[in-house]
Every structure is written in C-alpha cells, then in structure tokens.
C-alpha cells in the first residue's frame, strides 16, 4: 500500500551525517578534554546526541505527523544551538581563539565537501563518482580527522563549531521547507481526508461505470459497506426503491435502482 507521505530516508540525509559527525567528534571531545566529574560533560554529550536523534525521529514521524515532523527537527536545532554555545563558552573561558567564519581554517572545515567532489571528480574511473552522502560514517570522519582528532583542544572545539553552523544552515532549510508543504498542502490528518474524498469519488464513478446485476447486493460507493433494498417514504421519490447503506446514519450512501 503506497503511503500518503514518505517517511524515514533520514541516514542519507547531510543533516543527519553532519549531526553524527558532530555528536561523535563531541563524545571523543568530552573524554579527552571535559572532567568527567563535570556536569558540562553530560550536558554537551546529550546535547549532541539529542540533535542527532530527534532528526531521525522527525523523520520517522513524517508519514503520520507533518507537526511532530516539524517539532522534532525544530528541538534538533535548538539542540545544536545550545551545543554551539558550550563549544564558544569552553574557548572563551580558557583565553583560547575561536576562528572567524572568515578565517583559513573555518574555510578549510567548511570547504571539505566541495574538495571530495573535486577530488572525485578529477578520477580516470568516472563510474565510481560517489556523493559524499553515500559514505559511510567512518569514511565521512576520515575526511575531518586531522581537525576532529588534533592534539588541540582548540583545533577540535573550534572545528566542532564549524560543523554545528553548517548543521544549522541544512536544519533551517529543512524547517523551512517543511513549513512550506505544511501550508501547501496541510497535514497529514487533511492529506487523509482528501484521499478519503478521492477514494469514494473514485468508487462511485466505478459504480455508475458498472451497474450492479440484478439480484446481488451492491457494496455502497461511499464506505463500501454492503447495501440493503429501501423504499422511500416521503418526498417526491415515496414509494420508489433504492440501495440504502447498511452504515446508515453514519454513512448515507444510496445507489438508485
């Protein structure tokens, strides 16, 4: 049975990949550099992995709920963001350097996608031209662990930051597209009825198409219930017979004989 709306697909998904490099560069961060006796070392770990999770989730939800699609890549975001703000406080409390965004090294961080393709590009097999969405995680880490496993904190903590801000872009355009189908075309509970609408229309267009033969009960063109032989009693068709539904009065299906 085709689905109303597609759901899941979330692990191709550059958000998601981007959210996994960054929970687990954060897990080797915290174990390298945090005290384990800190609160901030749990609160950083869990506030990685909640932006991780919830866009997995959101995307899970999808088929059934555009809102809870919506909330859970919403608290994503907002997950990442309060990580954002640890990684600035932990430079900042330790007289260490934060990159500019315009900075060498923000631009090297940032660039390594556009350097995969060209280096993919630039191969003699041109069969073998892989999107670096379809890597797997640890070929996607090989490609930042000179930053994500450098010996300084400030080299990871400042990379780390690098990669939540292009998170944050690819979230914010997500919401954004998600907010836009919302309102073109509802959600799931108004996508429902629709095809509810065009599923008792089609029905009945099948029924006119081909009557029913005489002596077998009629399935109703509304609910597809079975159909009962009625006469009516009032107005100008009293006395005339026709196929009521069986569902009557919740459906009020007929079918003239």
């Avoid at 506030?47 to 699609?69: F, L, P, W």
């Avoid at 994503?76 to 900042?92: G, I, K, T």
């Avoid at 029905?203 to 009516?232: F, Y």
Wanted: contains cysteine; aromatic residues 8%.
């Amino acid at each position: 049975m085709k689905k109303l709306r597609p759901s899941g697909g979330y692990r191709k998904a550059a958000s998601f990949q981007t959210a996994t490099l960054i929970y687990d560069a954060t897990y080797w961060f915290c174990e390298k550099f945090i005290d384990s006796r800190s609160r901030t070392l749990d609160q950083m770990i869990q506030a990685a992995r909640s932006g991780r999770q919830n866009i997995a989730e959101g995307s899970r939800a999808a088929a059934t709920s555009s809102q809870t699609e919506l909330r859970l890549v919403n608290v994503a975001r907002s997950s990442l963001e309060e990580l954002l703000l640890d990684y600035e406080d932990y430079l900042r409390h330790r007289h260490l350097r934060q990159w500019a965004s315009s900075s060498a090294e923000a631009s090297a961080v940032r660039e390594v996608p556009q350097r995969f393709k060209r280096d993919r590009s630039a191969q003699s097999n041109q069969s073998d031209l892989t999107e670096l969405t379809d890597l797997t995680d640890q070929e996607r880490w090989v490609l930042y662990a000179f930053w994500l496993e450098h010996e300084s904190a400030e080299v990871r903590a400042n990379a780390i930051i690098c990669l939540i801000h292009q998170a944050n872009y690819l979230l914010d355009r997500q919401i954004a597209s998600l907010e836009a189908a919302f309102v073109e075309e509802g959600g799931y509970s108004e996508q429902l009825a629709a095809a509810r609408l065009a599923e008792r229309e089609r029905k009945r267009n099948e029924t006119s198409r081909h009557p029913t033969p005489a002596g077998a009960i009629p399935s109703c063109p509304q609910c597809g219930s079975p159909m009962v032989l009625r006469t009516a009693r009032a107005d100008k068709n009293e006395g005339q017979q026709f196929w009521g539904c069986t569902g009557y009065p919740e459906c009020r299906g007929v079918i003239k004989v």
